[in-house]
């Protein structure tokens, strides 16, 4: 392997990891950040009351907690 087709794999490489950063990066804001608070959002609104929350947020700790352990 030459000069030139090192760093053609290498730039290959870090295009790899830069889309597998990104996706991971959005996917940890989406499952940590979005789905629970829209989550909540839409309890507060079918149940109208506090109590559809708390049940939205005791749902999602395992969830959370396996996708964390997981990774």
Do not use: D, H
């Amino acid at each position: 392997m030459n000069i030139n087709e090192a760093i053609e794999a290498t730039r290959k490489k870090q295009k790899e990891c830069r889309r597998a950063f990104v996706k991971y990066l959005f996917l940890g804001i989406f499952f940590i950040a979005i789905l629970p608070l829209s989550g909540i959002f839409v309890a507060e609104k079918i149940f109208r009351s506090e109590l559809g929350v708390i049940f939205i947020i005791i749902g999602y700790i395992p969830i959370f907690i396996v996708s964390w352990v997981t990774t």
